[in-house]
């Protein structure tokens, strides 16, 4: 099961088959190969990268 690296929880929704929405923290994560990469929604809806405030180990899929 998918957990947001950010908050921990499992409220996720999925927008795409590689892509999903955290309720609970508002973070985009999407899925590339066997890691994750996490974006912040902006205002006028493009995505900012917050790759760089997780370590590779905490992106990786399991």
């Not at 999903?20 to 006028?44: P, R």
């Not at 900012?48 to 590779?56: A, H, I, P």
């Amino acid at each position: 099961m998918l957990v947001c690296p950010n908050c921990q929880g499992k409220q996720l929704g999925k927008l795409s088959p590689t892509s999903y929405y955290c309720w609970v923290c508002s973070i985009e994560l999407t899925i590339s190969g066997k890691e994750l990469h996490i974006h912040q929604i902006e205002a006028d809806g493009t995505l900012s990268s917050l790759d760089d405030l997780f370590s590779k180990e905490e992106r990786r899929l399991l």
